[in-house]
C-alpha cells in the first residue's frame, strides 16, 4: 500500500468521571468514551510485509475537566518525523468530539510521545430535575410533568455546544412492570420542557417513573416517582389531622431550619385554604410533626 494515506491506531474504551457537589452531596457518574488516534505516513507497508507495530496507552479512568496523559509510539519505525492526531469521541456514535491534542513522533525520541488531553466538564456535568404535579394519581387521569435541564453553574442548557443545534432530551415512562414506554427527543426551550401522559382507564397500580436522559450520554438518567392507586381518598373524616414534614437538600443532606404550613382543602378543583391553621415548626434531624385540630 503506498501513496499518503492516515491510519486509525485503536479504539479504547475509556471511562471518565464525573464529580459534581461537594461533600456528602457529592455524585459520581461514569460514560464511555472512544478514544481514537491517527498517523499520517508519507508512504505505508502492508502488515504482511512487515509493518511498523503502532501503539496507545491510556488510563482506564480518564477524570473530567483534569489534565490526563496518553502515550503513543510507532515500534521499528524508521525515516522522518510521524505527525499523531488524538480525539476523544463520544460513545457509541462517535458523533462529537470531546477535546483533542496531536503529538510529533521523532527518531530522536525513539518515536514515542506522550500527548495531554483535558475533557472540558460541560460536556458532561449536565443534570435534569424532574417534576410532576402530583405524587398520587388515579387510573384514567392526566401526569402533568415538567424537565429543567441545568449546567454546573445552574445555567439552563439550551444549546448543544458541538453542534449549535437546540438542546433536546429522551423521555421514557416506565411502568411498575419496568416496561418502557419511550418519547422525544424533544427540544428544551430555556432549558425547560413540559409535557403530559395520560394514563389509561385500566392501567396497573404501583410506582410508575418518568425518566429523561441527553442522547448525548445515554448511560446517564435522572427519574422522577409517581404513584398510582384505584382510589384516592378526598378527604380526612377526622377531628385531628398530623403531618409529618421532611426536608432534604438536593444533595442529600438533611435540613435543619424552620417550617411554615397553612392548612387547606381542595373543593371542585379549587384549593381553600386556612389562614388560621398557620403553624410554625421546627424541623430538626429532617423531621417535624403538625397538628390540625380543636383548640
Not at 438542546?167 to 414506554?181: G, H, K, R
Not at 416517582?225 to 432534604?248: C, H, L, M, Q, R
Amino acid at each position: 500500500m503506498g501513496g499518503g494515506a492516515v491510519w486509525w491506531i485503536k479504539g479504547l474504551y475509556c471511562r471518565a468521571t464525573v464529580y459534581s457537589g461537594s461533600g456528602s452531596g457529592r455524585r459520581m457518574s461514569r460514560t464511555l468514551l472512544w478514544l481514537l488516534a491517527s498517523l499520517a505516513f508519507v508512504s505505508l507497508t502492508s502488515l504482511a510485509d512487515g509493518a511498523p507495530l503502532k501503539l496507545m496507552s491510556a488510563p482506564n479512568l480518564l477524570r473530567v475537566g483534569t489534565a490526563e496523559n496518553i502515550f503513543v509510539e510507532c515500534q521499528d519505525c524508521t525515516g522522518g518525523d510521524i505527525p499523531v492526531h488524538i480525539n476523544v469521541m463520544n460513545h457509541p456514535t462517535k458523533s462529537t468530539m470531546l477535546t483533542s491534542t496531536s503529538v510529533t513522533l521523532t527518531r530522536e525520541r525513539n518515536f514515542q510521545e506522550l500527548g495531554q488531553i483535558t475533557i472540558p466538564a460541560d460536556s458532561f456535568i449536565r443534570v435534569i430535575f424532574i417534576q410532576t404535579d402530583k405524587t398520587l394519581y388515579t387510573p384514567n387521569s392526566k401526569v402533568h410533568y415538567r424537565m429543567f435541564a441545568v449546567q454546573p453553574v445552574m445555567e439552563p442548557v439550551e444549546r448543544d455546544a458541538q453542534t449549535q443545534t437546540d438542546a433536546t432530551i429522551a423521555i421514557e415512562i416506565v411502568t411498575p412492570e419496568d416496561i418502557i414506554l419511550p418519547f422525544g427527543p424533544v427540544s428544551l426551550k430555556s432549558g425547560i420542557y413540559s409535557g403530559v401522559y395520560q394514563l389509561a382507564e385500566i392501567v396497573s397500580p404501583g410506582l410508575w417513573k418518568v425518566v429523561a436522559k441527553f442522547p448525548s450520554n445515554p448511560q446517564q438518567s435522572y427519574s422522577a416517582e409517581f404513584e398510582v392507586k384505584e382510589y384516592v381518598p378526598s378527604y380526612v373524616d377526622s377531628p385531628e389531622f398530623t403531618v409529618n414534614i421532611k426536608a432534604k437538600y438536593l444533595f442529600g443532606q438533611e435540613v435543619d431550619g424552620t417550617a411554615y404550613v397553612v392548612f387547606g382543602v381542595m373543593e371542585d378543583n379549587n384549593k381553600k385554604s386556612f389562614p388560621a391553621s398557620l403553624q410554625r415548626a421546627q424541623v430538626i434531624t429532617y423531621s417535624c410533626l403538625l397538628y390540625l385540630g380543636p383548640d
